[in-house]
């Protein structure tokens, strides 16, 4: 499979590009008039003729005559047979949408739609990085600067919770009241993003969308939807054309292709392919994925597609008269280049680089010839595919080249695409008629296993009903339903009064008043390097150790982190209730100091407080919360906190005010001697490579 593109200028023999060079993108460069565009339209008429989908993004209004025929006598006088002509047209169903307009076929965005299901988990969240990042650009905020930042993670931060606990946002309006009432549980976080004020400034923002010209954007027409753009139920190629200018301003183009790019992102991870099965094409795409420092909306989505979309079968080609106003990133993914006329030197020096990478042997002749190039002549390059560099003149396009206005897109469109098109309309105003009626059971379910496994902790239904924002009765039905088929468990901790849920997979154990994440302390010592540093434990001098290591196990000891407070001496004056944070074991209640080659368990403490070196005191010690069943070996909590506070009370004089599990992970390493058998074991933190002392139990 190839596309005819011209003839080469020394022959005349046919210039045809492998479809396989798509995988890696195409790109055309040249100054105001040489042909890119026409170029590009051609790619695209051969295209069709490999039965491949095409999205077009058109922002000045050259590529929508795509759907007119050209004049035969000017096809056949230059050279090309008319049969492409006719067999572009019998195949192609050339559709061209107009946003917020009905002068084609009316198309809108909605840029809080979240990923499907189907999309993992990381690409998830990118996806949703996309949106707040486009959409607070959109509201008119700097990126760069503090607020665009805090708005960016304000709504980013909604936005993922929403996803998370399964609901939808209907529309702008409802994501403005969503700002303004954000959600209960995530309540507290989003205010350290913000100042006091910002919130209804972004909702005003928002609900100015949804007034006048702005919320034609996003209520006219069928929503972006790239199974329609690739739906060939008819049989038929699609030739899928946006035409920009019916938005209002270039801010409003940013916008809308920065919602289509995160669509097809998403949509090409859900189904990707070998081969090449779809060309995305933007004429002049400089505007819209710039080199830093600008971060229009566009940029971050169109830069993931160059890097990524080669691997799902999705082609790019574009073009650009100024190769420097390119983010260089998106340029190094593209293969193929095809180098048009270029008059000045400043022109001629921006792709000397790129020609000098490619073919450095060839890079002097090559620029040498760019600025006698005719219009519609390129040095094509494409290392993968052409030993040398190809110099062609594009074949005459067969269908026409004019640019068009609002007023003519009308006439561009035959019946056909309008009708085949009505249908996503109609069963999209089924959907969201259908969207009023309330949710079933099996639906209600389904959000609160996506809440529970967002909150990670046992939640009451009270809870549940409020950040679901559903009736109280249905959820505890709903509940009863997930308890019984062993999905979720229920259970209240010790001295609790409410009964809490989570999911059966999370593996909490009330009884030890474990019902939510354990903090756990990395491993950062690997069992060679723990074996190791044991060597200079083990009986023996330097030329030969009497003992060796023979087994090393990884397990875990409870330790109780406790926030108590104390009186402060200060010569003469009494500080009350200064906080510390005091560990104790779980299992023995002794109370663990820091040294610097061990961790002591103590039972009979002969320092006082203000001398007591702590995990605290160990930048090397971290935290990181775990659920029970991520933990291998989950181990036993002998004493609770009664216990602990009584003993820490009589043991430091302190009042205890708080307290929460924490898991230390602990090498065994067990060692014997090499003659009489005797053994023993080290016992080793297996985050700082500290021995264990004194009353514990592993």
Request: hydrophobic share 40%; net charge neutral; glycine share 6%.
């Amino acid at each position: 499979m190839s596309l005819f593109l011209g003839k080469e200028t020394v022959n005349e023999s046919l210039v045809e590009l492998p479809v396989k060079a798509f995988h890696r993108h195409l790109m055309a460069l040249g100054a105001s008039g040489s042909g890119k565009t026409v170029l590009c339209k051609c790619v695209m008429e051969e295209a069709v003729r490999n039965d491949i989908p095409l999205i077009i993004v058109d922002p000045q209004g050259d590529i929508a005559s795509l759907a007119l025929k050209g004049d035969p006598d000017e096809i056949q006088k230059h050279g090309t047979p008319l049969a492409i002509q006719e067999e572009f047209f019998e195949k192609a169903r050339i559709a061209i949408f107009t946003p917020a307009s009905s002068k084609g076929l009316p198309i809108s965005v909605n840029p809080l739609r979240f990923p499907s299901e189907e999309t993992p988990h990381e690409e998830s969240i990118l996806a949703l990085d996309m949106t707040a990042t486009s959409l607070t650009s959109f509201l008119g905020y700097d990126l760069d600067s503090e607020s665009g930042r805090g708005a960016k993670a304000y709504l980013f931060t909604i936005l993922e919770h929403l996803w998370q606990t399964g609901q939808e946002i209907g529309d702008i309006g409802h994501m403005a009241d969503a700002v303004v009432r954000p959600p209960a549980q995530i309540r507290g976080s989003l205010f350290d993003l913000v100042t006091k004020k910002e919130p209804e400034e972004i909702a005003r923002r928002l609900r100015f969308l949804t007034v006048g010209a702005p919320s034609l954007m996003f209520q006219m027409g069928a929503q972006i939807d790239i199974d329609m753009f690739v739906d060939r139920s008819d049989g038929r190629i699609p030739v899928n054309i946006i035409y920009m200018n019916t938005l209002n301003s270039a801010n409003d183009k940013q916008f809308f292709l920065a919602t289509l790019l995160r669509e097809l992102y998403c949509w090409m991870l859900k189904n990707p392919s070998e081969q090449v099965q779809m060309l995305f094409y933007v004429d002049e795409i400089a505007p819209y994925i710039p080199p830093y420092p600008r971060n229009p909306p566009p940029k971050e989505a169109y830069a993931l597609l160059f890097k990524q979309a080669r691997k799902y079968g999705v082609g790019i080609v574009a073009a650009t008269q100024n190769v420097t106003d390119i983010d260089y990133k998106a340029l190094a993914q593209v293969n193929t280049w095809c180098l048009g006329r270029m008059m000045t030197k400043q022109d001629i020096a921006r792709v000397q680089k790129i020609i000098e990478s490619i073919d450095p042997v060839r890079a002097d002749m090559v620029l040498q010839r760019l600025p006698s190039l005719q219009t519609g002549e390129f040095l094509m390059l494409s290392p993968d595919f052409f030993d040398d560099i190809v110099d062609f003149q594009v074949r005459w396009l067969v269908t026409d080249h004019l640019t068009l206005d609002e007023k003519d897109i009308s006439k561009c469109l035959v019946p056909e695409s309008r009708m085949f098109f009505d249908k996503y309309l109609r069963e999209e105003k089924k959907v969201a008629k259908s969207q009023v009626a309330p949710s079933s059971l099996d639906h209600l379910e389904k959000r609160i296993k996506l809440f529970l496994n967002s909150a990670r902790k046992g939640v009451s239904a009270d809870s549940i009903v409020e950040n679901l924002n559903s009736d109280a009765g249905k959820v505890r039905e709903a509940l009863q339903e997930l308890v019984e088929t062993g999905v979720v468990e229920k259970g209240r901790p010790r001295g609790g009064t409410k009964t809490l849920y989570w999911l059966q997979e999370f593996g909490f154990k009330p009884s030890m008043n474990i019902v939510g994440e354990i903090l756990t302390v990395p491993i950062r010592i690997a069992q060679v390097e723990a074996t190791r540093r044991a060597r200079s434990l083990l009986d023996g001098g330097f030329f030969g150790k009497k003992e060796e290591i023979y087994e090393a196990e990884l397990s875990y000891i409870p330790i109780w982190r406790i926030l108590a407070t104390r009186e402060e001496k200060r010569l003469l004056f009494r500080k009350k209730k200064k906080f510390d944070t005091f560990y104790m074991s779980a299992q023995t209640g002794a109370v663990i100091s820091l040294g610097k080659k061990e961790i002591v368990f103590r039972r009979l403490m002969k320092k006082t407080v203000e001398q007591l070196k702590d995990l605290d005191d160990d930048d090397d010690i971290t935290f990181v919360p775990k659920l029970p069943n991520e933990v291998e070996g989950f181990p036993k909590i002998s004493m609770g906190t009664g216990r602990i506070y009584r003993r820490l009370r009589l043991t430091l004089g302190v009042d205890p005010v708080s307290a929460e599990i924490i898991l230390l992970p602990v090498w065994a390493l067990k060692a014997r001697h090499k003659k009489n058998r005797a053994r023993r074991t080290i016992f080793m933190d297996a985050a700082t490579g500290r021995v264990l002392s004194g009353k514990f139990r592993v």
